[in-house]
């Protein structure tokens, strides 16, 4: 079985940083990709960053100057580095790990982590 864990989320200040990582656990041999996505109340949840195992990016276009995603395939983590925060970036930031092969047999799976809060302060 997989786990992800995100952490990193708080309360901030506009204009502040934050960095959220996800940390993907289990007998995993191969994700195809990694992604944030986040939801705010009362709002549909949608997409913000997904980076490929080959590290390969696609931002939602209104985030890609302020939100940086990375990858270590090694250690099977992602980080979202969030800078020039506003307070519309509140909401729960959930990672998600797309076609994930484990190292027992079996097809691929998907996985989402219970996700982590971030307020932004006006």
């Known amino acids: 079985q997989v786990q992800l864990v995100e952490s990193g989320g708080g309360l901030v200040q506009a204009g502040g940083s934050l960095r959220l990582t996800c940390a993907a656990s289990?007998?995993?041999?191969?994700?195809?990709?990694m992604a944030w996505y986040r939801k705010a109340p009362g709002k549909e949840r949608e997409f913000v960053a997904l980076?490929?195992?080959?590290?390969?990016?696609t931002y939602e276009e209104s985030l890609k100057d302020r939100f940086t995603i990375s990858r270590d395939n090694a250690k099977n983590t992602a980080a979202l580095q969030m800078n020039r925060l506003k307070p519309e970036d509140t909401a729960v930031y959930y990672c998600?790990?797309?076609?994930?092969?484990?190292?027992?047999?079996?097809?691929?799976?998907?996985?989402w982590g219970q996700g982590t809060q971030v307020t932004v302060s006006s």
């Open positions: 998600h790990a797309n076609k994930v092969m484990l190292t027992t047999p079996g097809p691929p799976g998907d996985y």
């Open positions: 980076i490929t195992d080959a590290g390969r990016t």
């Open positions: 289990g007998n995993i041999f191969q994700m195809n990709y």
